[in-house]
């Protein structure tokens, strides 16, 4: 009779296990399918008690869902057992082909072990294929088809026959725990998707959010600012600006993307630019308005990289400080200038002389090749013995060397006109300023120097340096200059002064007398303006009173 109903059982239970499979397909969460797969076993292959256990990522295994007694749910649902004890369990017992079944015999002990357990008292067996309640059958489940990596374990128990299960019975099981590690597989994957889906949602909103706040920023930005690209043909070239860029260098946004930095900037900037654009950083540098008038900003460069492809573009903030640069340049001024003519005062005038000069004296040349020799070293001598004709070994001398660049000041010879030309520094001492200032005041003394500054300046070449040391004396600078040309400067000067100086609508004359000295190599700056100084006194002196008046 039980021979006769067998394809009977098998077709109902291929019903149940294909609505049971299908079930699991309908399961929209991962907590969903755990819970449809303990389901399935209590509805769809006729056991009363099913438990999934699902390897967590440590390796230990959880109780993820539990089915067909609502008393055992609530007690072991959530517990975990070691992955230890599960592989000494999945070692044990009967092995039905995937399956694993470990009678009542061999599993009692395993009931200290950690893994949670339910079972209820039970008689012994009457016969041998009856279900002890101590029996314990397990279904291992697998990530892939044909692999052993260990997704988790289907444990079944009390099949409602009271038998253990027969051949279609644990082909059933089996087939079902394939199925099921399918749907939880499956499961992830899309729980993960949903994860992923929702985190780049977000990191795209944080993005666009980002972005507009960029966009803001860059926009509303109370100072410049300015894209521009990286790298290729188009390099430097502004690819956006913002609207205070724009007003401040007076073109507007459409006609800036036509320009690059280096369009705008000063000729005698270009160099800082250039630097700062491929390193970054801070630069102080002039660009040019659409009036063509300059004006001083501060770049403050960041490379923004791309992490595929290297840096790509440069975010440049433009900072407007011509008040603060004009406010340098005016205490700089104030600094090397006197307060009254405008004229370099005494520091300057010593630091342009001392610029020109260098401590180690000129040897006169006798021969042409001699006076390579002086200008650039004598490079065969230094090549052969390994030192300077200076004495100082291994290293250029203060002041020179070999390949030395420096061109040495010298002095002509005021009795032999030998084409030589030097730097001329004439020492000028006004002749009669003390009785003007003594007669009609300060104020009309600070105007005769004034007047007599702006004369010596419009006498003198744009590269000659006319300084006022204090007081009523002068000094003129004025290089490439043969012993005559210095004394015929000397005179032009001295007539220039000589003419009535109107004050107040009053007429007042000073004389001047010039000394003339040479600055030298090898000389300090103040035995230059020293020796100017003594030739002026000597000078003075060879003069009558009313003679130096007449000037």
Same mark, same amino acid.
């Given at each position: 009779?039980?021979?006769? /109903?067998e394809?009977?059982?098998?077709?109902a239970?291929?019903?149940?296990?294909?609505?049971a499979?299908?079930?699991?397909?309908?399961?929209?969460?991962?907590?969903?399918?755990?819970?449809?797969?303990?389901?399935?076993?209590?509805?769809?292959?006729?056991?009363e008690l099913?438990?999934?256990?699902?390897?967590?990522?440590?390796?230990?295994?959880v109780?993820?869902?539990?089915?067909?007694?609502?008393?055992?749910?609530?007690?072991?649902?959530?517990?975990?057992? /070691?992955?230890?004890?599960?592989?000494?369990?999945?070692?044990?017992?009967?092995?039905?082909?995937?399956?694993?079944?470990?009678? %009542?015999?061999?599993?009692?002990? @395993?009931l200290?072990?950690d893994?949670p357990?339910? %079972?209820?008292?039970?008689?012994?067996?009457?016969?041998?294929?009856?279900?002890?309640?101590?029996?314990?059958?397990?279904a291992?489940?697998?990530?892939s088809?044909?692999?052993?990596?260990?997704?988790?374990?289907?444990?079944?128990?009390?099949p409602?026959?009271?038998?253990?299960?027969?051949?279609?019975?644990?082909?059933a099981?089996?087939m079902?725990?394939s199925?099921?590690?399918?749907?939880?597989?499956?499961?992830r994957?899309?729980?993960?998707?949903?994860?992923?889906?929702?985190?780049?949602?977000?990191?795209?909103?944080? #993005?666009?959010?980002?972005?507009?706040?960029?966009?803001?920023?860059?926009?509303?930005?109370?100072?410049?600012?300015?894209?521009?690209?990286?790298?290729?043909d188009?390099?430097?070239r502004l690819?956006?600006?913002?609207?205070?860029?724009?007003r #401040? *260098?007076g073109?507007p946004?459409?006609?800036m993307?036509?320009?690059s930095?280096?369009d705008?900037?000063?000729?005698a900037?270009?160099?800082?630019?250039?630097?700062?654009s491929?390193?970054?950083?801070?630069?102080?540098?002039?660009?040019?308005?659409?009036?063509? &008038?300059?004006?001083?900003?501060?770049?403050?460069?960041?490379?923004?990289?791309?992490?595929?492809?290297?840096?790509?573009?440069?975010?440049?903030?433009?900072?407007?400080?011509?008040?603060?640069?004009? %406010?340098e340049l005016?205490?700089?001024?104030?600094?090397?200038h006197?307060?009254?003519?405008?004229?370099?005062?005494?520091?300057?005038?010593?630091?342009?002389?001392s610029?020109?000069?260098?401590?180690?004296?000129?040897?006169?040349? &006798?021969?042409?090749?001699?006076?390579?020799?002086?200008?650039?070293?004598?490079?065969?001598?230094? *090549?052969?013995?390994?030192?300077?004709?200076?004495?100082?070994?291994?290293?250029?001398?203060?002041?020179?060397?070999?390949?030395?660049?420096?061109? %040495?000041?010298?002095?002509?010879?005021?009795?032999?006109?030998?084409?030589?030309?030097? @730097?001329?520094?004439?020492?000028?001492?006004?002749?009669?300023f003390?009785?003007?200032?003594?007669?009609?005041?300060?104020?009309?003394?600070?105007?005769?120097l004034?007047?007599?500054?702006?004369?010596?300046s419009?006498?003198?070449?744009?590269?000659?340096?006319?300084?006022?040391?204090?007081?009523?004396?002068?000094?003129?600078?004025?290089d490439?200059?043969?012993?005559?040309?210095?004394?015929?400067?000397?005179?032009?000067?001295?007539?220039?002064?000589?003419p009535?100086?109107?004050?107040?609508?009053?007429?007042?004359?000073?004389?001047? /007398?010039?000394?003339?000295?040479?600055?030298?190599?090898?000389?300090?700056?103040?035995?230059?303006?020293?020796?100017?100084?003594?030739?002026?006194?000597?000078?003075?002196?060879s003069?009558?009173?009313?003679?130096?008046?007449?000037?």
């Open positions: 009779m039980e021979a006769e /109903s394809p009977y059982v098998r077709l239970t291929m019903r149940q296990l294909h609505q499979v299908a079930d699991l397909n309908t399961a929209r969460s991962l907590a969903d399918t755990l819970q449809t797969v303990a389901d399935g076993i209590v509805a769809g292959l006729g056991y099913g438990c999934v256990n699902l390897v967590r990522p440590d390796g230990d295994l109780i993820a869902a539990f089915a067909g007694n609502a008393a055992a749910e609530a007690l072991i649902t959530g517990r975990v057992g /070691s992955r230890t004890s599960w592989e000494r369990r999945l070692s044990m017992g009967e092995a039905w082909d995937d399956l694993r079944f470990i009678p %009542h015999t061999e599993g009692w002990v @395993l200290d072990d893994v357990q339910w %079972h209820t008292e039970g008689p012994e067996p009457r016969f041998e294929d009856e279900w002890h309640p101590l029996d314990r059958l397990y291992p489940m697998y990530a088809a044909g692999g052993r990596d260990l997704l988790g374990v289907i444990s079944v128990d009390r409602r026959n009271g038998r253990r299960p027969g051949a279609w019975g644990r082909e099981l089996q079902y725990a199925q099921a590690a399918i749907a939880i597989s499956n499961a994957l899309r729980a993960n998707m949903q994860r992923a889906l929702v985190r780049l949602e977000r990191e795209q909103q944080a #993005l666009r959010a980002s972005e507009e706040s960029f966009r803001q920023a860059f926009e509303y930005a109370p100072s410049g600012m300015a894209i521009a690209e990286m790298g290729g188009q390099q430097g690819l956006r600006t913002n609207d205070a860029l724009c #401040l *260098l073109r946004a459409s006609v993307r036509r320009y930095f280096a705008l900037v000063h000729p900037d270009i160099g800082t630019l250039l630097r700062t491929a390193e970054g950083g801070r630069a102080e540098l002039r660009l040019s308005r659409r009036d063509g &008038t300059y004006l001083w900003v501060s770049l403050r460069n960041s490379v923004v990289a791309d992490t595929a492809d290297g840096p790509r573009f440069l975010l440049t903030h433009v900072e407007d400080i011509e008040e603060r640069k004009r %406010h005016n205490l700089a001024h104030r600094a090397s006197d307060a009254l003519t405008g004229l370099p005062n005494s520091a300057e005038l010593k630091s342009r002389l610029a020109r000069i260098c401590e180690r004296p000129h040897s006169p040349a &006798t021969t042409a090749i001699e006076a390579l020799d002086a200008a650039y070293g004598d490079v065969e001598s230094s *090549l052969t013995h390994g030192y300077q004709a200076d004495g100082y070994e291994g290293e250029a001398a203060p002041g020179g060397g070999p390949f030395d660049h420096h061109v %040495h000041a010298v002095a002509p010879d005021p009795g032999h006109d030998d084409g030589t030309k030097g @730097l001329a520094v004439l020492f000028c001492d006004l002749d009669g003390k009785s003007i200032n003594d007669r009609f005041g300060h104020h009309t003394g600070d105007a005769v004034i007047e007599v500054a702006r004369r010596l419009t006498c003198v070449r744009d590269g000659d340096t006319v300084a006022r040391l204090g007081g009523d004396e002068f000094v003129v600078l004025a490439g200059l043969g012993a005559a040309d210095a004394a015929d400067l000397a005179v032009r000067l001295r007539n220039a002064i000589i009535p100086i109107r004050v107040d609508g009053r007429a007042v004359r000073v004389g001047a /007398s010039f000394g003339i000295g040479w600055a030298e190599c090898g000389m300090t700056v103040e035995e230059v303006l020293r020796s100017a100084d003594q030739r002026m006194y000597v000078e003075k002196r003069r009558s009173k009313v003679h130096r008046r007449a000037g």
